[in-house]
């Protein structure tokens, strides 16, 4: 039969000893070279050729001095979220910058001062908290609620941490690790409870483009959440392009989007690698077949997953995510010990998955696991996760 779909996920790809972080970090990050890496958010296959042969055509040039941003490249970004997320944005409300992780950190700077509190929702991606305490800001938790699996915000807690030195909220949409895309009634709430007490939203919306139910773009409710909302969001997880270090801050609040460039100017975080900005214009130019086609096949790998764990393994169960190719999986009811597990993983499993216990102190038994791979690895790799917890 003819293989109707334009991209080959199937296909299988060396990274090793190619300087990246997720197999040639095995040892540093995890202490053994000899595991199956199933942990950082980046996918095992193929940068699509739409943006590798454009980065291609400019290194023919053979020259990389320094680059400039483009109308170009802001028009992609606006047609982009107004087209998957109908999210209407101006090229004014945008700004440039090398990476979400140092634009969180330069928010935290920008919109708070030194002992004043920044709210996380955990579980939650952990360089967050890192950002917070290196700018000497205090991290206030806001913990998830959980039930069967199934997380929601605790919107009682959050009123309950509120102090008048509270200036942030990070919120994560989607949500890393939990799944969750929030829905609109649910940012609403949250909204409110900000608006009321002057407390900015910094929402991190890089994981929005693989999303398997309606996401709404917070700053796209209304022109009220809006005005204390600014977004981050890269094409880096969708595209599989983090390496290429480009991203954007988005606020239709223009005194909130100066502050931050004041913020990314003085720490220099504004001027961005050559091929971010080309890699970035073609994702979002002609990306729109490739992450339908992306999104069908993760899918099948979260359901395959599903139904071999509960055939093979029940005692390692998790909630089938409304986004991302990360799964939360809950090892509770195999009975062990987070270290013991953790030493099953690495020792006798042989695989690198991210501990649950760097996304929240209370995560014990919970560890992350990435299934953007082929399904053949993907099924090698459950079985080798299966045999150490029967
Ligand atoms: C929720 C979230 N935010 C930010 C990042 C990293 O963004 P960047 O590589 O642009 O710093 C990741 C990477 O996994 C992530 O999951």
């Not at 139910?213 to 983090?242: H, R, Y």
């Not at 998955?353 to 790799?381: I, P, T, W």
């Amino acid at each position: 039969m003819l293989n109707k779909n334009k991209y080959n996920f199937d296909e299988k790809i060396n990274r090793k000893g190619t300087n990246c972080a997720k197999y040639d970090g095995l040892k540093r990050y995890f202490g053994y070279e000899d595991l199956n890496p199933l942990w950082v958010a980046d996918m095992d296959f193929k940068t699509p050729s739409f943006i590798n042969d454009e980065i291609i055509k400019a290194a023919k040039n053979s020259t990389y001095g320094y680059s400039i941003d483009s109308d170009a490249l802001y028009q992609s970004i606006i047609s982009w979220q107004d087209k998957r997320h109908n999210w209407k944005i101006q090229q004014e409300d945008i700004y440039m910058i090398n990476g979400v992780v140092p634009a969180y950190s330069a928010c935290i700077e920008a919109y708070s001062d030194i002992n004043d509190e920044v709210i996380v929702q955990t579980p939650v991606y952990p360089p967050l908290f890192k950002c917070i305490k290196a700018n000497n800001r205090k991290v206030v938790i806001n913990e998830l609620k959980e039930e069967n699996g199934y997380y929601t915000m605790d919107l009682k807690d959050l009123k309950s941490k509120i102090t008048d030195k509270t200036k942030i909220l990070c919120l994560c949409s989607p949500h890393n690790p939990v799944g969750r895309v929030w829905d609109k009634e649910e940012l609403e709430e949250l909204a409110e409870i900000c608006i009321e007490n002057n407390i900015m939203i910094v929402s991190d919306e890089i994981h929005s483009d693989v999303t398997f139910k309606k996401f709404t773009p917070l700053a796209s409710i209304s022109e009220k959440i809006a005005n204390i909302t600014i977004t981050l969001n890269s094409a880096g997880k969708t595209f599989n392009i983090a390496g290429l270090n480009c991203a954007y801050a988005i606020s239709k609040n223009k005194k909130i989007l100066d502050k931050f460039k004041i913020i990314a100017q003085k720490r220099e975080i504004h001027s961005i690698n050559f091929f971010g900005y080309i890699s970035t214009k073609a994702a979002y130019e002609d990306g729109a077949e490739f992450v339908d086609e992306l999104k069908k096949y993760l899918q099948e790998n979260i359901l395959f997953t599903k139904s071999y764990l509960l055939k093979n393994c029940p005692n390692i169960t998790f909630m089938l995510p409304e986004a991302t190719y990360l799964l939360w999986l809950n090892f509770k009811m195999t009975s062990l010990k987070h270290e013991e597990i953790k030493n099953r993983l690495l020792t006798k499993s042989k695989v690198a998955l991210n501990d649950g216990v760097s996304f929240s102190s209370n995560a014990k038994s919970y560890f992350r696991l990435n299934v953007a791979l082929s399904k053949d690895a993907l099924e090698e790799a459950l079985a080798d996760i299966s045999k150490s917890f029967q």
